[in-house]
């Protein structure tokens, strides 16, 4: 399932970043583009 259309990021995605480290949505928007465009996602990711 896509969390962030904006930027085609998947659920399978925000999970592996994650397993890497991502702590935050900060983290998540550097490593993957989670919430940089309308923002939307940053609630549910």
Do not use: D, I, P, W
């Not at 995605?13 to 900060?26: D, E, F």
């Amino acid at each position: 399932m896509y969390v962030c259309v904006c930027n085609a990021v998947t659920e399978r995605q925000v999970h592996q970043a994650v397993r890497n480290g991502a702590k935050t949505v900060k983290h998540l928007k550097e490593q993957l583009g989670v919430g940089a465009e309308c923002g939307k996602c940053a609630s549910c990711a």
